[in-house]
């Protein structure tokens, strides 16, 4: 998943599952924040090895000090056959 935003001073990010700040997990979640000087942020969450305990509400939320903006997904991990 990816958000971007821009603002003016330059926002910062959080990604939360079902309300619940996301923290990287070495192996299983990755979060990038790449900033821009003018401004731009963009982030991106990877869940790797997704099984259903990944299904959820999932929101990418910045701010700035002045505002606060998100944009919110929704992830759905069906069950099905492992690759062994």
């Not at 959080?14 to 309300?19: A, D, L, Y």
């Not at 299983?28 to 305990?53: A, E, F, M, N």
């Not at 959820?56 to 991990?77: D, F, H, P, S, W």
Request: net charge positive; aromatic share 6%.
């Amino acid at each position: 998943m990816r958000c971007t935003f821009r603002g003016n001073p330059s926002p910062s990010i959080v990604w939360f599952k079902n309300e619940a700040p996301i923290e990287e997990m070495h192996g299983k979640v990755d979060i990038r924040i790449l900033s821009r000087s003018d401004g731009r942020v963009s982030s991106r969450l990877r869940i790797h090895q997704l099984d259903t305990h990944d299904t959820g509400y999932y929101k990418c939320e910045a701010r700035n000090g002045q505002q606060t903006m998100e944009t919110i997904g929704i992830l759905k991990v069906l069950a099905g056959i492992e690759n062994k």
